[in-house]
């Protein structure tokens, strides 16, 4: 995936997660450019949004995560949902969003010190964003065999 492109990595579910995405558990795949130190390593665990770090599984430069047994979207309400979606224990738009906002958040400073080769999950977008089309695009032409998923979640 060499030349200038208009984001910094291949994310092919990027945007806000869609409601019908948030079920008990998830995870995602990060793949970064080279292996991390034993140092980033741990900040990029100790960083990553709770709904997600309950169990990591590092190969080199790819890292799987997961939630921590049927508990992601009961932490994405907890963390990011507002007084009716507490209530109601549901995710809505505000946890969606926040969680959302905060997963990128995390992946952009981890491309900030450890560059991204891809991202990819948890869940899929509410809507396509031109982010993650470009990915698409790009995968399609250069498919990153790091990012299947096929054999976990």
């Known amino acids: 995936m060499a030349g200038s ?3 910094p990595f291949p994310w092919p579910n990027h945007g ?3 409601l019908d995405a948030f079920d008990k558990c998830d995870g995602f795949v990060l793949v970064l450019r080279d292996e991390p130190s034993a140092a980033d390593r741990e900040w990029i665990e100790r960083t990553c949004p709770s709904p997600i770090a309950g169990f990591f599984e590092w190969s080199g430069p790819r890292l799987r995560g997961e939630s ?3 508990v992601f979207d009961a932490l994405v309400i907890d963390g990011w949902g507002d007084d009716d979606e507490k209530a109601g ?5 505000h946890a969606a969003a926040g969680f959302s ?3 990128e958040a995390w992946v952009l400073a981890v491309h900030a010190r450890c560059p991204v080769r891809a991202f990819e ?6 809507a396509d964003t031109p982010w993650g089309a ?3 695009a790009q995968l399609d032409a250069e498919p990153c065999e790091a990012l299947d998923t096929d054999d976990w979640v």
């Open 16 to 18: 806000v997660l869609s």
């Open 121 to 126: 999950g948890p869940g899929y977008p509410d």
């Open 101 to 103: 906002a905060a997963l």
């Open 89 to 93: 224990f549901r995710v809505g738009l």
């Open 5 to 7: 492109f208009p984001f």
């Open 68 to 70: 921590e047994g049927d």
């Open 134 to 136: 470009w990915s698409e």
